[in-house]
């Protein structure tokens, strides 16, 4: 492989890392807040051992994303300084309140960690909710600068340099409340049914099924509500990816022909060299309504556009079709969920708790799945019709070397954060032990 290859390679190893970590990390203060404000109101000691176990989680998730988003800030210039020269003037003002809003959770989880019976009750609450908005806050900075990426706006091209820079029109892009909007909604809905998924499991152990119980009914209430608002972030997505990106469109449903009322592709095996799609169910007119709201609208087809402009097609609709498909399982799942808490005898079954104890780590695979719709389909583009990826990369040669060192560092984060969580749940079982 080249150099390029192992900088994307190693880039979107770390992104897919860090992005789990920076979901839990926006959500869960949420989860912890929602017991303790119950805890407070009921003094329940239930809802306080399982404020105190959030609490730790937390800190887990809150220590490992910063890791792993710390080594993604100097990727950007180890890898793509070509990129960073260019647009760091133009996104550098995202980046710099990301920080500031990260500070801002960091001080405030202190105060929440440290602050039991030294704090009065109600501004140490309050401490846990001020966690959760600056990680919401700080996800959607991040995300800001990725949709510039995808809608590049507040700066002019003169002679290869980016002048005549505005930050604040930089930061509005076009796409920016459309990434953020999904992006935060997609957080929530992974992470409340991985969460939920987790206690639903210790349930089926009949392990504290008291404290399970409520702590799967608080994070399966964020995880619910956020799948059935998903489809409507993703429709607000596709039309404005319709508007200003016609070929990332094009790949994600493996569209190779321009026609006025498009069929919507379900499934699908791509044939990359043939241009065409077998095996797929067609829903005539259904793309053209979804991209434009017009059954009759015309939809470009991958065939008009310059070969060397299309992303790799198969990787960007496999993706999107398993972003797609698990969104709708999880949509379905919210409302089993609403519908069981008038049919209480649902919640004596074993199925149902089996059914959201395997559905726990689908939200994760579809958030990464939807990174990848995001990035690879706006290949070969860096920064959209500005800058190629491979003018971005840098020179520096032996970038296998670099991708073989993070991959070992974050394999063993990984299998500590493992440890340190299953740990936690040990002792959220057994406390006396």
């Known amino acids: 492989m080249e150099n390029l290859d192992y900088a994307r390679l190693q880039m979107a190893f770390t992104l897919g890392f860090h992005i789990i970590f920076a979901c839990i990390g926006m959500v869960m203060p949420f989860f912890m807040v929602v017991s303790h404000r119950k805890?407070?109101?009921?003094?329940?000691?239930?809802?306080?051992?399982?404020?105190?176990?959030?609490?730790?989680?937390?800190?887990?998730?809150?220590?490992?994303?910063?890791?792993?988003?710390?080594?993604?800030?100097?990727?950007?210039?180890?890898?793509?300084?070509?990129?960073?020269k260019h647009a760091g003037p133009v996104i550098g003002m995202p980046f710099s309140l990301e920080g500031a809003a990260f500070f801002v959770e960091a001080i405030a989880l202190g105060f929440y960690l440290y602050?039991?019976?030294?704090?009065?009750?109600?501004?140490?609450?309050?401490?846990?909710?001020?966690?959760?908005?600056?990680?919401?806050?700080?996800?959607?900075?991040?995300?800001?600068?990725?949709?510039?990426?995808?809608?590049?706006?507040?700066?002019?091209?003169?002679?290869g340099e980016f002048v005549n820079i505005d930050p604040v029109k930089a930061f509005l892009n076009d796409a920016w409340f459309s990434q953020a909007l999904h992006m935060t909604l997609a957080a929530f809905a992974a992470t409340g049914f991985a969460v939920a998924g987790?206690?639903?499991?210790?349930?089926?152990?009949?392990?504290?099924?008291?404290?399970?119980?409520?702590?799967?009914?608080?994070?399966i209430f964020f995880g619910a509500v956020a799948a059935l608002l998903q489809p409507i972030s993703g429709d607000i997505s596709a039309k404005d990816v319709a508007e200003r990106q016609p070929i990332k469109l094009a790949a994600m449903e493996a569209h190779y022909e321009t026609?006025?009322?498009?069929?919507?592709?379900?499934?699908?095996?791509?044939?990359?060299?043939?241009?065409?799609?077998?095996?797929?169910?067609?829903?005539?007119?259904?793309?053209?309504?979804?991209?434009?709201?017009?059954?009759?609208?015309?939809v470009k087809g991958l065939n008009d556009f310059p070969e060397e402009n299309i992303p790799?097609?198969?990787?960007?609709?496999?993706?999107?079709?398993?972003?797609?498909?698990?969104?709708?399982?999880?949509?379905?799942?919210?409302?089993?969920?609403?519908?069981?808490?008038?049919?209480?005898?649902?919640m004596e079954n074993r199925k149902y708790w089996w059914l959201f104890a395997l559905l726990s780590p689908l939200g994760f695979i579809a958030v990464e799945a939807g990174w990848v719709v995001t990035e690879v389909g706006r290949q070969p583009w860096i920064v959209y019709n500005i800058m190629r990826t491979s003018e971005a990369v840098t020179p520096m040669p032996g970038l296998k070397y670099s991708f073989y060192l993070y991959l070992a560092v974050y394999i063993t984060l990984a299998i500590t954060v493992t440890w340190l969580v299953n740990r936690q749940i040990k002792v959220l079982n057994n406390p006396k032990d």
């Open 312 to 346: 790799p097609v198969s990787i960007v609709h496999y993706a999107f079709q398993t972003m797609v498909g698990i969104g709708s399982l999880l949509m379905l799942a919210a409302l089993i969920y609403f519908v069981s808490l008038k049919k209480k005898s649902w």
């Open 198 to 219: 987790i206690h639903a499991f210790q349930i089926l152990r009949r392990k504290r099924t008291d404290l399970h119980i409520k702590a799967f009914k608080i994070a």
């Open 259 to 298: 026609e006025k009322g498009a069929p919507l592709f379900i499934g699908g095996i791509v044939d990359e060299e043939k241009k065409e799609v077998s095996y797929k169910i067609e829903i005539p007119k259904a793309l053209s309504f979804l991209a434009f709201g017009d059954f009759d609208a015309e």
């Open 115 to 159: 602050g039991w019976k030294k704090l009065p009750e109600t501004f140490h609450w309050i401490t846990g909710i001020i966690v959760g908005i600056s990680g919401v806050v700080s996800g959607i900075l991040v995300v800001s600068a990725n949709a510039w990426m995808n809608s590049p706006t507040g700066f002019d091209v003169i002679n």
């Open 39 to 84: 805890w407070l109101n009921t003094r329940n000691p239930i809802y306080l051992d399982l404020t105190k176990a959030w609490q730790r989680g937390v800190a887990i998730f809150f220590v490992t994303g910063a890791v792993s988003g710390t080594a993604l800030s100097f990727e950007l210039g180890m890898l793509w300084p070509e990129f960073m």
